[in-house]
């Protein structure tokens, strides 16, 4: 952290805003909320988290460019959440939207506006507290692979040292494993922590949707003697996000073209309409035995086309020097290279 970071949270009183852990306390939230007098999600906005002068920081995608969030608000003399993680574990996204609507006015932050072709990017969450992926959630998925549809979501988890950025790379553990899969998916980040909430609120919990992909080495999840689903799922990298968090209130997740292409050819092409379980019933059976937190990361499932569900003699799987770029519709281009 700079010293004029420091400077602008010890003046506001949240020197303590940064636990040990690297994690966010209420200092921090409760310091937000008296700046602005409320606390919420964005609205209205693409978000992004980018690598700058060797730290992550929010950035926020506008008709001038890339918005960087920290030093807009050093110029602007405003409080703003530094990171993506700030923003979605304290809910400070009225402190957000007020720095950007000022920023897109002033002169004074032209600054902080960059062009997106020279950002590097980092995974849009850097630290959740969790990473829940649900299995087997596309009906033609499930027809493709000769499984049953299942009677509830079924659950698996990744770690953050899975989690990987747009224009980033997966350097394949081929020591360990031979069977390299895509797997594209919708992702919701939790913006609002949720505990047995019903279907009808569900939603209201998502801060916003992004593109993933839940990469898996098939011959460890599947074809070892106890079939090690983690292991398979949980290599370094394994989780590639991104570019953007577009936010809840601009997406309907129930209605969105997916796409995944390998060095061009278009390999999953379906809609988030086939999921047997939607967004609001993912989130709202999850709800009844684990807390989500704000600033959790939820993968909802792959459609059909996967490397897995065609037949012995046509899966060529993965291999270094592939390209794999993934799409949803209004959330923009996820693109990763194999090495």
């Not at 906005?45 to 460019?65: A, C, F, N, P, S």
């Not at 070892?224 to 290599?235: A, D, L, R, V």
């Not at 991104?242 to 390998?262: F, H, M, S, W």
């Not at 807390?291 to 996967?306: A, H, M, N, R, S």
Request: aromatic share 6%; proline share 5%.
């Amino acid at each position: 952290m700079d010293q004029d970071r420091r400077d602008f949270l010890k003046g506001a009183g949240l020197v303590a805003a940064v636990a040990a852990t690297g994690g966010l306390t209420v200092q921090y939230a409760e310091g937000a909320r008296a700046r602005t007098g409320q606390s919420g999600m964005a609205r209205g906005l693409i978000l992004l988290t980018m690598r700058r002068d060797g730290e992550y920081r929010l950035g926020v995608k506008t008709v001038k460019g890339i918005l960087d969030v920290p030093q807009a608000a050093k110029l602007l003399h405003m409080h703003a959440p530094a990171t993506m993680d700030e923003l979605l574990q304290n809910e400070d996204g009225p402190s957000l939207n007020a720095l950007v609507s000022a920023a897109l006015k002033s002169g004074a932050a032209s600054k902080a506006l960059l062009k997106e072709s020279a950002i590097e990017y980092g995974p849009v969450v850097t630290r959740p507290e969790k990473i829940i992926c649900v299995g087997l959630n596309y009906r033609r998925h499930a027809k493709e692979v000769g499984m049953e549809l299942p009677s509830q979501p079924v659950l698996f988890n990744k770690y953050n040292n899975t989690l990987n950025n747009h224009n980033g790379s997966i350097k394949l553990p081929v020591v360990v494993a031979r069977k390299f899969d895509y797997e594209v998916e919708l992702v919701m980040v939790m913006g609002k922590e949720a505990k047995n909430v019903g279907e009808a609120d569900a939603l209201s919990h998502v801060a916003g949707y992004c593109t993933g992909n839940d990469f898996t080495a098939r011959d460890l999840q599947l074809e070892t003697p106890s079939k090690q689903w983690m292991i398979g799922k949980t290599p370094d990298q394994f989780a590639p996000l991104g570019p953007y968090l577009v936010t809840a209130d601009q997406v309907d997740p129930d209605n969105l073209k997916i796409e995944c292409r390998v060095n061009g050819e278009t390999r999953q092409s379906s809609n988030t309409d086939d999921l047997i379980f939607n967004c609001r019933q993912i989130v709202s059976f999850t709800s009844r035995y684990i807390t989500l937190k704000p600033g959790d990361i939820i993968f909802t499932g792959t459609p059909e086309g996967v490397i897995a569900g065609r037949p012995p003699e046509k899966q060529v799987w993965l291999k270094p020097g592939d390209k794999v770029a993934c799409s949803l519709e209004k959330l923009g281009e996820l693109k990763f290279d194999l090495v």
